[in-house]
């Protein structure tokens, strides 16, 4: 898949400018913009393949396929002409539902008419194997190397008819070639019987885009032509954030936080002498995705200035990309260095709220009722105060909330799990910092937090850097070295 010809990314760094004199990790989130829009956008080289589940549970009841089938067809029709495309009809094996042969079809009045013939015919039957899906779709995007390629996946099961081992399998033999949007279908009550860990991670792979659970069947059209809209406006694929440093600077972690979190440290690929790329995935003209990257900085003697690494984007278009410098400054003025920024603050909460979140389902699970109801409660409280109405909600389902606010709740007693697997995708889904506020306006400081001892570190922030536990009350501060 190679990028579509249009101008370079952009990016900016936020971060605080200074660190303690005995070295610290330096917290930093880089803001990706799309590309400019073109004046002359062409569509012979996008490619899109609608993955659709036909396995027997989509006929119980039948108005998911018929919703399914509709919701295909909204997308064809929304596809422009000269877009390569296909369908595909995925049970334990994935089979071509439009063309007929293993082949990408042009979209033009005549095929989308043809394909939407075509998926009047399909019906439910049979088991689920996702990774046979992704392969198909990999195998059809194969013949268009110069397109950017896209798949939508929907699906209202686990992948029970396939080895887990095959599934990462086939999601490893799509890396690179194509980027997906999982949509997930459960009931109106919130019963789900998708697995989130199986779909989360073929979204962080491929394009790191957000999981939706779709509970009301009405909307699915409408989601598959927003899906669309945004598919079809990319003009960028396999773009990489890349990060050069000196030697005073190591990557500790790479991890996109907005509008889904994704961790992307293991991805990295070496670019260079003390330089590594990490895939990005494909952009149109309204992305907008922001990266926490944390880099682990020597000590240095107070009053010291340096520049320690680079911050870029790598499109492939031969041209050596714009980079943006990080600069710090060592001191001994905890107030100065105790000081968090705005940004990282911000998506430390909401990456905080998942690990709250999942922590205590697993200990739920578990029978650790006490430690559920103190993780869950905090998972409730961080949704209420940044105002996740909606999480709260969910997170209702398996639990009893009695002050939001406060984070107190009582596990429900007999409680079915399928009520949490929405609630276990929607919480990496992240709202934008800055979105509410003008961004050209300097932003104002973040309470500073006196230096703290948790994981037998000394932390500076308002976040533990080892585990990402909150600053608490207490903890002397380990002496210095």
Known sequence: ?????????????????????????????????????????????????????????????????????????????????????????????????????????????????????????????????????????????????????????????????????????????????????????????????????????????????????????????????????????????????????TELARVRFVKQVHPAIADLTGRGEPAGELTTGYPIGAWSPQDRRDYHVGLEVDPLAAGTRRRIGWLSVDTDTGEAPAEVPLTVEWTDDVLSHSEIHPSVAFYTVQQDYATAFHSGLAAAREGRIAEAEEKLGRAVALAHATGKDADVQRIARIVDVHDAAAGLVRLKVGVDWRLAESSRVVVHTTTRWGAAADERRPPTPAPRVAPWSHCGERQIGAYCQVCGAAHGTGGAVPERR
């Open 1 to 245: 898949m190679k990028p579509a010809d249009g101008p370079p990314l952009a990016v900016t760094a936020h971060h605080r400018e200074f660190l303690p004199a005995d070295g610290a990790v330096l917290d930093v989130i880089a803001t990706v913009h799309g590309p400019q829009p073109a004046s002359n956008v062409r569509h012979d080289g996008l490619a899109e393949v609608i993955l659709l589940d036909t396995s027997g549970s989509m006929g119980a009841p039948q108005a998911k396929m018929q919703a399914a089938r509709q919701a295909s067809i909204a997308a064809i029709d929304a596809l422009p002409d000269g877009v390569a495309f296909a369908v595909v009809a995925g049970t334990g094996t994935a089979t071509m539902v439009f063309p007929a042969e293993v082949r990408l079809a042009v979209a033009d009045e005549r095929t989308r008419a043809a394909a939407r013939r075509a998926l009047k015919s399909v019906s439910p039957h049979g088991g689920t194997a996702i990774g046979t899906w992704l392969l198909l779709a990999r195998q059809l995007l194969a013949t268009r190397p110069d397109a950017i390629g896209h798949a939508i996946l929907l699906t209202d099961g686990r992948n029970e008819s396939q080895h887990p081992d095959d599934l990462r399998a086939a999601v490893q033999e799509c890396e690179g070639h194509l980027t997906v949007d999982c949509r997930a279908i459960g009931s109106a009550d919130g019963v789900h019987d998708w697995d989130a860990a199986e779909l989360l991670g073929i979204a962080e792979a491929l394009g790191a885009n957000p999981v939706v659970p779709v509970e009301d069947l009405a909307g699915l059209g409408d989601e598959f032509r927003t899906v669309l809209a945004r598919a079809m406006a990319r003009r960028v694929a396999n773009a990489r954030l890349r990060i050069r440093t």
